[in-house]
């Protein structure tokens, strides 16, 4: 019995290093559980890099929820982005290696045709303008409906959009993911639109890299952009969460994605 019972421990610590890793949590979320109208330029670590003032992104009543989500219907939200106004940013632990993945609810109020970026992340010293992951909406030319778009590094990177298939006013769950690679040049940013909540990663709905740009030394941060006055859509932001694995991000840690996994050892052992 003893022998068995050894042998037993022994093969759940060999099965624990096979199974993959329990979720974690986050490593920063914000749920914008501030009062209605609290600017947010200098709440809860947000600080504003441009047009501090103009058009002042601020607090709104409700939350943005989609089925599933751990931050669905949690607190308030992010009042719907104007343009050319105020940009804010929030730091998390910089990350060098592995990957970064960011979920967010997003629903789109209208958007305009030449198409702008509204959330991205940042490498470094956010002044330095070192942006990465740069999330776009564009609108279709002949109906109100948009394509979310997705670009590596600056403006002169290839922009990669999905069909124009999305419509206004539905909230959408976004996951935009950093990924280290071991190269110079050829770290890549995957955009999710609308996955499942099953803790399981999917396939990118949008993947892109630039050879031209430098890769992140210190991805340590992300913003919210109002864009250009003739391109920029109007937006409504919640429910941000950071992780460094997909069920970080994604997941409710008390349900983790591997719970079957002390299950998969007793069936293996009988």
Sequence with gaps: MKKLAITFIAFAALAAFALPALAVGPIYTEDFNYAP????????????????????QTVASGSLTYPGYPSSGVGNKLGTLATSGEDNNHTFTGQTAGAVYTALMVNVVSSQATGDYFFHYF???????????????KKDATTTNYAFGLQFGSSTTTQVFTPFSYTPGTTHLLVLKYKFNPATADDQVMLYVDPAIDCNEPSPTLTTTDATQTDAANLDGVAIRQGSGTAAAAVQVDGIRVGLTWSDA????????????????KTLYR
């Design 123 to 137: 490498d470094g010293v956010i002044a330095n303008n070192t942006f990465r992951g740069r999330v776009f909406v």
């Design 250 to 265: 994604t997941c409710d840690i008390a349900t983790p994605a591997h719970q079957s996994s002390w299950g998969q050892i």
């Design 37 to 56: 109208a609290t600017a947010l330029n200098g709440t809860g670590g947000w600080s504003a890099h441009s047009g501090a003032g103009t058009n002042p």
